[in-house]
Every structure is written in structure tokens, then in C-alpha cells.
């Protein structure tokens, strides 16, 4: 039996309180709730409440209670909160003094609980049994008789009572819970009863959540817990709702689930913990997916080499990156190496590197690592393991999960984001057997390398890996053999394949080199810091130094795609932690900064076909204030020639080909990416933009074409229609025996304005073909909406019924299936609904009259043949076969209508 008067419960509740608010209230699991009956059902239980004495039986788990009523909570009669009333008997002057509640709770896992916490409302007095087991007593005497009445509980049951359980009174599995309500005397006015059982757990999270994995439509969330548990996620767009979850059910103390599918490039926040409890749901709890590779935004990316040493320095670089960064998104964190001094044992990875960075990078932040030397214990003898804290702690694309081809090792991998291709190498571990490294080229990672640059098609590839080629920091790469390996055997590779940058820790400064290329030889004969010149070894073949600041010698590098020897930068960033130390010879030569004595991280940013890179460091007098101290711009595919061929008032617009800033030359110095010009007149134009440093310059040469607009017609002509075979006579050919059969005549074809005065705005000549087409191109015409008109030797003017839209894409226009698709409806029908031009205006004054007639008879009298307007059927001679259409249009006045 557990006693505990209000004072003590009181004192508990508050230190309950301070414990649960330390650890979240969220690492609980609640197994009975409170209802409350203006809003929402409490828990389920059955009841009694018809005055009888249930004795002591009741209270266990064995009791048969199927009769017993069912309610939810809050529970009682004489208020107004409750879900459900219950029976007081017949007689309000003699009620029931005990009314009984039993409730079967399931604890699948009693030890992941250190306590319960239960609140309680009674009015008046109570008693809990927990598995027939006296828990709780109150305002009643211990083992109180069926018709005891209580002591008057002067809150009316309005006040929560709290207690602390220990676990022990419970078991794995079901529990009964059962309590007695007792009224202070029999005509007491009210009752009330609800109860709260809470399962409070000490689980702890002692590493991370951390980010492994991350891609377009998914991650893989890790952490570590104290106690082995069930591992829960949940997840959603908004913070605080999480309409997505998934456990994994088995026990353990590290945890990894993977959460898919989700949206590319989109914020989440989340949750972890087990199935019955919440560890860790802070606003912080969020990242962001990978964007698509067609991506068009900034993606932004931070490096760290050497940084776990648990140092002043590493906690002053973190803290100024946090700055610099500020609500800013992180697309991916590498590391570059040597991620937990000094052995690389669980526990420096424990206190160096998660317990450093846990709460404001690894939480958010995809993670992709590289291994260093003293993640292999600093030890040649451990370089063939692959169960080393480092390959233990960390989840990586071995199996081309995010692009690029499976390594099937977890030393080394690549991946994509957007249009960067990154590959993560492993400069200090050996593989075939423990007997080749990085460097050698008969190696399995040099073999699998090969194959992943030549698959590669991102516009971007960067490639990190611990040993630097060239440094004269902390270590020195004329000195050191690994070091030469790798620069006169190795890095031939990644040039001849057109990797942009390579970086590097190990040596504990910041160094950060031109474009080089070729800058090396081989293992027997090196080149040296001393062999260095900028002529020979620089893709520029100067001192160009990229800051891209405006000052001397400062242009950006600039280069197109492409898997070629286009030159490589090679920065060195081993001080997010450890720091110090120069070698003979310091800075080195193909270096244009170094800096042996600030920390800092690596920070890049890629934007289409842009890439910034900067070296983030501090103010040694205020360590939180982050230092720009180095930076340097690649743009690639730029300072193009562009020639464009457009159609006269076609819309044109000019873009420059970089992001950045603008200056487009005699363009009224605009200063924006694109700029529209105008088409309005024909002829050649040349336009150039620059960049604000003049380092950058396209140029567009324009061919503006006079504007084509073109016309499909299709018409007859009445003299020269035949109904047997529903086409024209071949008319030029019978007139001068030698044109194509397939051509009747030269038409001129006009296009007037729509509206009066319906001047001529274009004119064409076409020859008509005996099937009565025609194609109208008009040259240097604006598009727009027009009459047609079309005129011959002896036909009659006609028009279109209505303008129509011309433009660059042939209109079809067919006078012949309708007399009113003529102006006026003035054409003759030749056939069953076949239509033509009326034919007969021989001088071409739009009207067929006498007038037309002198000129007939004479070529008759004459016998004339040949090309002649005269020659109205088209049979190539004047006579009288022509005469029969002709004086039927006179006698009934055919002239020209149009507007």
C-alpha cells in the first residue's frame, strides 16, 4: 500500500515535473487519458453502479466484468463535464455510497518505462489497485468497507491529484487497473472520476539524430540511445505536424530508417524516438531534400577537414560558420578527413565530433565523409579494416543510391546533387588484400574511379579525399612519399577527366592553389615547389587568382564543360580543428593564398554554371564574427560568341550566359541578365554584355531577315476549269509549249489593310497550278489580319470575304467550296458545289463589258495564239470557243466587289 498525502504529492508532482521538462514531456507514453465532455472522450472503462458490495475479488486481473457496463471518462452525475452519467439508485435522499471502474492497459515493454505517472480527479474518496495491489488512497481509511462514506472532498473533484508509480507494481504485458469511488455521505449532490496513467522513460539520445544519405526523395536518419528501443520517425512540412511515420520494431541502441518517398528540394521537420515515446522534436529537427538535376537555384555546400580535436579553434570555426551560414539551407557537409582525433576511436567520435556538431549541423545537414589517417587509428596496420568507428558510424552511397557507379565499399563513393558530381576517396586505406592504395594505378579504387569519371555527365565535379598533392603546412608534399605518390601518380587522373576541384585536409592550415594543370611528372622524377612556373603549369598560363574582386590579376577562371584537361583548383582545408605548423619552403609556390595560423572551413556555392568558393574563418578578438580570408569564382561556358537569325519584328531577347552582374554595351547600359531588342528593321546587328569587372564578355551577332508571311490558296478560273477531271487547263504550256503542265498562270495576289481605306499593305506573284493552288509568301510584311485579293490577265478582281490572319505560318484559303468565300459571293459555280472566278475582264478595268470586246474579236479575226489575255478557255488560241462564257458575263454586268 502506497500513502502519500497532498504535500507529498504536491512536492513530487514538481520534481516529476522538472525531471519530465528536462528530458521532453514528449519521452512518455500515455496509457489512460482524461476526457473532457465539452470536447473530447477521455478513456474507455466499464463500471458498476447499483449499490452492491463487490468485496476484494473485483480488484484482479482474473475478475469476469463482461456485464459490467461501458462509459467513457470523465465519469459521474451532478456536473457538467462528464461523457458519462452514472446511476446514484432510486432514491436521491439514500444513494449509493461505491462505485467501481476496471481498466485492462497493455505496457508491451515495461522496461523502456522508469516510473507512471497518474493523475487523478475523485470526488470524494478513492482508492487505486493496480493488478489487485492497493497503488493510491484518498479522503478514505486504508481497506475501506463497500458502504464506508469518505471524506469530504471540498474541490468537488476539480483539483488533479498526482502520483509517482514505480514500475515495479506493473508488468510487460496486460494490467488491470481498478478503483473505487466513495461518496461522503448519501445525499451527496455530485460524483466525478477520471484518471491519466503517463509511462515516463530515461531513455536517452547520446548521439546525433545525423543525416546519411540524403537525396531527392529521401535520407536516412541515425542516432544512439542509452536503452535499446524500437526506432520511430515521424515527419511533415510544418513544424509540429508530422502526418508521416515509420518504426522499425527491432531492439536496439542504434538506430537507422530510412524515410521516403518525399518531395525533392522541400523542407521537412521530424521526430525521433520509439514507438511509444518522442525523444527529440525540435523546430531544429529539419532539412532539406536534394534538389532535381535540372535544378536552376544556388546550392549551397560546406567542408570540414580535421576538425574533430575537440579544440577552442573547432568550436570557434563552428560557431563562425553558424554565423555565416545564418538561416541559410545546406545542401551537403563533407569531411575531409581525420574526423576524430586521435585514434578514431567510438568515443573521440563521440566527444570530438557528434557532441560538437550535433545540435546545428548534423541534425539538418547531409552528411557525406571521407576518411583521414587518423580515422584508421593513425595506424598502417588498420588500413585494411573496414570496421572502424569511422565505416561503423557513417551511411554511405556505396551502392550508387544517389548516382554515380556502386563502389560496394564504404571508404569510398560518389553522388550528385543537382549538377555537381561528388566522389569521396580514401587517400590513407588499402584494398585488394590490404596491398594497394589510392595512388596506385593497378588498384581497385583507381580502377573503380575511372570507370565513375567516365560515366559522369554533371556539368560539375569536385573530389575530396585527406592527403593534399600540394602543401606546405603542417605536412610537406615535396617531403612526404604519400604525398609525391599521390601527385605524381594519382591526380593525372582527375585532370584528364575534367574534375574542377579537389580538397583536402590532413595538413592543418589553408592553402588554395591557381588552375594548374600538369603540374607533375612522375614518382621518380617529381616537380617540386621550386619546379613550379605559372607558364608551364597553370591552365592560364599566368598568376590569374580568381578572387574576382575587381583587383589585379583577379578575373575568374572561365572554361567550358567537358570531360578534358581544362585545369583543376586544389585547395587544402585542414584547420576546422586542428591547427598550426609550416614545412621548408612555406607558402608553396602554386599556392595563392595560404594561411597556416586562422582556422576556418571550406564553403562553396554552385548556381547553374557558377561556382564560388570561400574560406570561412574568424576574428580571433570576437570568434563568433566570421572572416571571408580567401575566395575565388569558376564560370564555365561562358564569353560566348552567340549568332542568331531572326524574322524581322519576330520578339528577341538577349541573355547573358553567367549569373552575376551585367553591363550590356551601347544597350543603354543595362544592367540586368537579359535584355529584349528590337526586330523592327532588317539588316545585321552586334550586341555585347560584360561582366562588372570586364572579365566576361558575349557578344550576339543578330541577322534580322525581312518578315515572311504566307498564304495557301486555292481558286479556279472559270474559261479555264474542266468539269471531266475537276482542274485547270494546262494554260501556260498550251500557250507557249513549253511551261510545266501542272502550271495555269501568273496571278498577282494582294493583301489590303482590313479596314478603309484598304490600302495595299503587301504584293506577290505565284503561278497558279491546275489544281488550283497557289503559295504566297510576302516578304518584309508585318503579321496581322488582311484582305486577299487576286487579280489575272482576264479574271475578275476578287477579294476574300472577310481579312484573315496572316502570319509566318501559312493560312489555307479555299475560294472553292462556297461562292461566299468571295466578297460579295461573286463567283460563278462551275460545277455541283465547285465555284470560280468569273473570267472575261480582258483590259483589267473590273468590269466584263463591251469594252473587253474589241480587243476579243480582233485577235479572232486575226487567228491569234500564244500568251494572250484574249485566250479565255486557255487552249493557246483566239477564237471563237472563247466567246462562250464571255458574253454571258456582259449580259449580266460581272464586275469586281470588294470593299
Known amino acids: 500500500m502506497v500513502e502519500i498525502n497532498d504535500m507529498k504529492l504536491e512536492k513530487i508532482f514538481f520534481v516529476l515535473f522538472l525531471f519530465v521538462s528536462h528530458f521532453v514531456i514528449a519521452q512518455s507514453q500515455t496509457f489512460i487519458s482524461f476526457g473532457n465532455g465539452t470536447t473530447t472522450l477521455g478513456s474507455q472503462w466499464k463500471y458498476l453502479a447499483d449499490g452492491s458490495n463487490q468485496g476484494t475479488l473485483w480488484r484482479n486481473s482474473s475478475f469476469v466484468d463482461t ?163 524500437d526506432s520511430k520517425v515521424t515527419w511533415g512540412t510544418t513544424f509540429g505536424i508530422y502526418p508521416d511515420s515509420i518504426v522499425n520494431s527491432s531492439l536496439t541502441t542504434e538506430h537507422s530508417v530510412r524515410i521516403s518517398p518525399l518531395l525533392a528540394d522541400t523542407k521537412y521537420y521530424y521526430t525521433v524516438g520509439s514507438s511509444i515515446y518522442t525523444l527529440q522534436s525540435d523546430i531544429s529537427n529539419n532539412f532539406i531534400t536534394l534538389p532535381p538535376e535540372n535544378t536552376n537555384r544556388k546550392m549551397c555546400f560546406i567542408g570540414l577537414g580535421d576538425c574533430g580535436n575537440n579544440s577552442t579553434n573547432q568550436i570557434n570555426v563552428r560557431n563562425s560558420l553558424i554565423n555565416y551560414i545564418g538561416s541559410n539551407d545546406i545542401d551537403a557537409m563533407l569531411l575531409f578527413g581525420d574526423n576524430a582525433y586521435n585514434t578514431g576511436t567510438d568515443v573521440e567520435y563521440q566527444n570530438n565530433f557528434f557532441n560538437i556538431y550535433k545540435d546545428n549541423f548534423l541534425k539538418k545537414y547531409k552528411l557525406y565523409p571521407a576518411p583521414g589517417n587518423h580515422d584508421y587509428g593513425n595506424s598502417s596496420s588498420n588500413t585494411g579494416s573496414r570496421t572502424m568507428p569511422y565505416h561503423l558510424n557513417f551511411t554511405v552511397p556505396q551502392a550508387g543510391e544517389l548516382g554515380g557507379v556502386p563502389s560496394g565499399v564504404a571508404n569510398y563513393y560518389s553522388y550528385n546533387i543537382g549538377n555537381v558530381h561528388f566522389v569521396s576517396l580514401d587517400s590513407y586505406g588499402r584494398d585488394d588484400a590490404n596491398t594497394t592504395k589510392m595512388y596506385d594505378m593497378n588498384g581497385a579504387q583507381v580502377a573503380w574511379l575511372l570507370a565513375d569519371l567516365e560515366a559522369n555527365t554533371k556539368k560539375w565535379t569536385v573530389v575530396y579525399f585527406h592527403h593534399p598533392p600540394y602543401t606546405k603546412t603542417s605536412h610537406d608534399s615535396d617531403a612526404e612519399l604519400d604525398l609525391v605518390a599521390i601527385r605524381e601518380r594519382f591526380i593525372r587522373v582527375l585532370e584528364q577527366k575534367g574534375v574542377d576541384l579537389v580538397l583536402c585536409g590532413h595538413s592543418h592550415g589553408y592553402e588554395r592553389s591557381y588552375l594548374l594543370k600538369g603540374y607533375y611528372n612522375n614518382f621518380n622524377a617529381p616537380l617540386f615547389d621550386s619546379d613550379f612556373n605559372p607558364t608551364l603549369h597553370t591552365a592560364t598560363g599566368t598568376l590569374q587568382n580568381a578572387t574576382y574582386n575587381g583587383s589585379s590579376n583577379s578575373c575568374a577562371y572561365t572554361y567550358n564543360s567537358g570531360k578534358y584537361n581544362h585545369g583543376t583548383v586544389y585547395a587544402v582545408s585542414g584547420s576546422a580543428g586542428a591547427l598550426g605548423g609550416t614545412s621548408a619552403g612555406y607558402p608553396h609556390n602554386c599556392m595563392h593564398y595560404s594561411n597556416s595560423t586562422n582556422g576556418g572551413a571550406f564553403y562553396f556555392e554552385v548556381e547553374d554554371n557558377r561556382l564560388d568558393a570561400k574560406f570561412i574563418s574568424y576574428d580571433t578578438a570576437a570568434p563568433t564574427v566570421p572572416i571571408v580570408r580567401d575566395q575565388f569564382t569558376i564560370f564555365k561556358d561562358v564569353n560566348k560568341v552567340n549568332n542568331i537569325t531572326v524574322i524581322q519584328n519576330s520578339p528577341l531577347t538577349l541573355t547573358a550566359s553567367w549569373n552575376g552582374t551585367y553591363n550590356w554595351i551601347a544597350n543603354g547600359n543595362a544592367t540586368t541578365k537579359s535584355i529584349a531588342v528590337s526586330t523592327a528593321n532588317a539588316g545585321l546587328f552586334a550586341y555585347q554584355v560584360k561582366d562588372e569587372y570586364n572579365c566576361i564578355t558575349d557578344t550576339f551577332n543578330v541577322t534580322i531577315l525581312p518578315q515572311t508571311v504566307a498564304v495557301s490558296t486555292k481558286f479556279f478560273i472559270e474559261g479555264y476549269y474542266n468539269v471531266a477531271t475537276n482542274t485547270m487547263r494546262s494554260v501556260k504550256n498550251n500557250q507557249d509549249g513549253s511551261s510545266p503542265l501542272t502550271d495555269v498562270e501568273d496571278v498577282i495576289i494582294e493583301l489590303h489593310h482590313a479596314s478603309a481605306p484598304y490600302e495595299i499593305v503587301a504584293t506577290t506573284t505565284g503561278t497558279l497550278q491546275t489544281d488550283g493552288t497557289l503559295e504566297a509568301s510576302f516578304n518584309n510584311t508585318p503579321t496581322g489580319s488582311y484582305y486577299i485579293a487576286i487579280k489575272s490577265s482576264n479574271l475578275v478582281q476578287t477579294w476574300s470575304a472577310a481579312p484573315q490572319a496572316i502570319s509566318t505560318t501559312p493560312l489555307t484559303y479555299d475560294f472553292t467550296t462556297t461562292a461566299s468565300k468571295a466578297y460579295g459571293n461573286n463567283m460563278k459555280e462551275v460545277a455541283a458545289d465547285v465555284w470560280a472566278f468569273y473570267s472575261g475582264d480582258i483590259n483589267q478595268d473590273d468590269a466584263i463589258d463591251n469594252s473587253d470586246s474589241d480587243t476579243l474579236f480582233t485577235d479572232i479575226e486575226n487567228s491569234n495564239y500564244g500568251v494572250l489575255a484574249t485566250d479565255l478557255n486557255g487552249d493557246g488560241a483566239v477564237d471563237n470557243s472563247d466567246t462562250d462564257a464571255f458574253f454571258n458575263n456582259v449580259e449580266n454586268s460581272i464586275y469586281s466587289n470588294h470593299p
Open 67 to 229: 456485464l459490467w457496463p461501458i462509459g467513457n471518462s470523465e465519469f459521474g452525475y451532478g456536473e457538467t463535464d462528464q461523457n458519462t452519467t452514472i446511476s446514484f439508485g432510486p432514491d436521491s435522499n439514500n444513494k449509493y455510497i461505491t462505485t467501481y471502474f476496471r481498466k485492462t492497459i497493455s505496457i508491451p515493454n515495461l522496461s523502456v518505462f522508469s516510473s507512471m505517472v497518474m493523475n487523478i480527479k475523485r470526488d470524494d474518496g478513492i482508492v487505486v489497485y493496480v493488478n489487485g495491489v492497493q497503488v493510491f488512497i484518498d479522503n478514505l481509511t486504508a481497506n475501506p468497507a463497500y458502504n464506508l462514506t469518505a471524506t469530504l472532498a471540498s474541490d468537488d473533484g476539480n483539483t488533479v491529484l498526482n502520483a509517482v508509480l514505480p514500475t515495479s507494481f506493473f508488468a510487460t504485458g496486460d494490467n488491470v487497473i481498478a478503483v473505487e469511488i466513495h461518496q461522503n455521505s448519501i445525499t451527496s449532490s455530485d460524483i466525478t472520476f477520471d484518471m491519466e496513467l503517463i509511462g515516463t522513460s530515461e531513455t536517452n539520445i547520446t548521439r546525433g539524430p545525423y543525416l546519411q544519405l540524403g537525396s531527392t526523395d529521401g535520407v536516412t536518419i541515425r542516432w544512439r540511445t542509452d536503452v535499446a528501443t
